[in-house]
């Protein structure tokens, strides 16, 4: 039988990745469409670079516990229509988190700086490789900001239909 609520460790890691994936996505949009000041600019994009480099263990740990604890059925997604197509939204914003972090990694031009305390080599130097990735990584961005926001609409429509969702996720 499923449980009622995600688990502690399943809910912080849902929120942590939320909170990092809200973050670079608003904040790497603005800087792209907004002409903010250099310093201010590259300091967006190296902290984002940076974060975003650290949440890929985070993401592989969230995998991995999903995968090996249940999630909550309690109902609300009625029949095997709704069903199919939580798990199936679940899974793409899987798939696009996962092009996202992997092609922002292989897009970069220099060596990955994270916060001072430890820099990861540039893992690919030829300039079709980092342009592809680039490409890549713009789209998949899209593509994962369009998931989440179909996500956060699905959520409020629960919400509104008196399924607590949110309630299920509290750590």
Not at 51 to 77: E, K, N, S, W
Not at 143 to 156: F, I, M, P, S, T
Request: glycine fraction near 8%; charged fraction near 10%; charge should be positive.
């Amino acid at each position: 039988m499923s449980p009622t609520r995600y688990s502690r460790p399943r809910a912080l890691l849902h929120w942590s990745s939320a909170l990092v994936i809200l973050w670079a996505s608003l904040s790497g949009y603005a800087n792209a469409a907004w002409t903010l000041p250099g310093p201010i600019a590259r300091g967006i994009s190296q902290f984002n670079v940076a974060l975003t480099t650290l949440l890929i263990p985070v993401f592989l740990l969230r995998i991995a516990c999903a995968l090996a604890q249940p999630g909550p059925d309690d109902g609300v997604h009625a029949g095997a229509l709704g069903r199919f197509l939580a798990r199936a939204g679940h899974l793409a914003l899987y798939v696009a988190t996962a092009a996202v972090l992997l092609s922002g990694v292989l897009m970069m031009d220099r060596p990955i700086d994270l916060f001072g305390q430890a820099s990861l080599p540039q893992p690919l130097a030829e300039p079709v490789l980092l342009d592809f990735f680039n490409s890549v990584h713009h789209h998949a961005c899209l593509v994962l900001a369009l998931l989440v926001g179909g996500h956060v609409g699905a959520v409020l429509i629960h919400q509104w239909h008196g399924h607590r969702v949110l309630a299920r996720m509290k750590p």
